[in-house]
């Protein structure tokens, strides 16, 4: 079993920064890949970025590339999402996701259903 407990959310002006944090249970962290999604109002939740178990390779929805950063600290078991340049359209509740040995061969890494945890999700409010 995994808990994961994320924070670091809050309301933000357009073009502000925040970095999300996800505290994981996880043992060994190590096999774990960790992401992150997100879910607007009316809209399903949607994948946001990810980062393989090894901590090196990193994947981003198109619509947050080179404004999201997302990093693994495995001495804390912790993912951070570091978001920057945020748009109105970033405004969404963000989740943390995990899964064990995730298969990236496939064509659902991506897909919340690969997730088998998550955490109880963080709100960012970014106002115009």
């Known amino acids: 079993q995994v808990q994961l407990v994320e924070s670091g959310g809050g309301a933000v002006q357009a073009g502000g920064s925040l970095r999300l944090s996800c505290a994981a249970s996880a043992s060994p962290f190590s096999r774990v890949a960790m992401g992150w999604f997100r879910q607007a109002p009316g809209k399903e939740r949607e994948f946001v970025a990810v980062?393989?178990?090894?901590?090196?390779?990193?994947y981003y929805a198109d619509s947050v590339k080179g404004r999201f950063t997302i990093s693994r600290d495995t001495a804390k078991n912790t993912v951070y999402l570091q978001m920057t340049s945020l748009k109105p359209e970033d405004t969404a509740v963000y989740f943390c996701?995990?899964?064990?040995?995730?298969?990236?061969?496939?064509?659902?890494?991506?897909?919340?259903?690969?997730?088998?945890?998550w955490g109880q999700g963080t709100q960012v409010t970014v106002s115009s």
């Open positions: 980062t393989r178990r090894s901590g090196t390779t990193t």
């Open positions: 996701a995990a899964r064990m040995d995730l298969n990236f061969e496939t064509n659902s890494w991506y897909r919340p259903i690969a997730y088998d945890y």
